[in-house]
């Protein structure tokens, strides 16, 4: 659960993880956070990896499937710390891994009222349509950070996993399809955040069309990961 300044929803977050998921281990890693976000999720009976700087989410995520590793973890689920992704629908994701290594959850997929709009929309409408036709799979939703990683992705991830802007969704699943993992979706309904302001707006939309345009074309030119890295640890 990656995190950054989230002290008034963390506690609530991980308390419903537990309650929903009682026999899971939860790490929340607290991304460079100024405030008592590291606190209150480890009062919340949460495992907190703190790191010194803000790295982002693509920073957290790599920090938490290498600990997913260390710790004997073949199954990962990300789920944001701000309560929009609901862990009452995570077994829908695990129960999708059976046929798949990493299980998207997709808010444009028949499931809630969730909409974008404007050029955020428009980005992921063309980047679905991208991932699809590289993934030979329906995607909707690439941007999701809604996941559940299987054991061939979590030894992916875990030996790297990309750390720039966007990273963490794009990037990630353009090296999971090039390392031949199976890439999958289930529709879930997002939920409106518990506190703070989503930092959205006309201006904000559009540097995200353009920054996340260049972060796609740039995951297209990388490298395909080399050989040996989606073995399972």
């Not at 006309?202 to 069309?209: D, G, I, R």
């Amino acid at each position: 659960m990656p995190a950054l300044n989230e002290e008034h929803n963390i506690d609530k977050i991980v308390a419903e993880v537990l309650a929903e998921l009682p026999e899971v281990g939860v790490l929340v890693v607290d991304d460079g956070s100024t405030d008592r976000t590291a606190e209150r999720a480890r009062a919340s009976g949460a495992q907190v990896a703190r790191l010194a700087v803000n790295l982002g989410v693509g920073g957290a995520m790599r920090t938490g499937f290498r600990y997913a590793v260390r710790h004997g973890y073949q199954v990962v689920i990300q789920v944001d710390a701000d309560g929009q992704h609901n862990p009452a629908e995570v077994p829908d994701l695990l129960r999708e891994l059976a046929h798949a290594d990493l299980v998207i959850g997709a808010r444009f997929a028949g499931k809630g009222e969730y909409k974008a709009r404007g050029p955020r929309r428009w980005a992921m409408k063309v980047f679905s349509v991208v991932l699809s036709w590289l993934s030979g799979t329906k995607l909707t939703d690439v941007t999701s950070g809604f996941k559940a990683s299987g054991p061939r992705a979590v030894a992916l991830f875990a030996q790297h996993y990309p750390a720039e802007y966007l990273g963490d969704t794009l990037e990630s699943l353009v090296m999971a399809v090039r390392a031949g993992l199976k890439v999958r979706q289930v529709p879930v309904a997002m939920r409106v955040r518990m506190t703070g302001t989503p930092s959205t707006s006309p201006v904000k939309s559009a540097v995200y069309l353009l920054r996340a345009s260049l972060a796609l074309m740039l995951a297209l030119m990388r490298r395909k990961p080399a050989k040996g890295l989606t073995e399972a640890a």
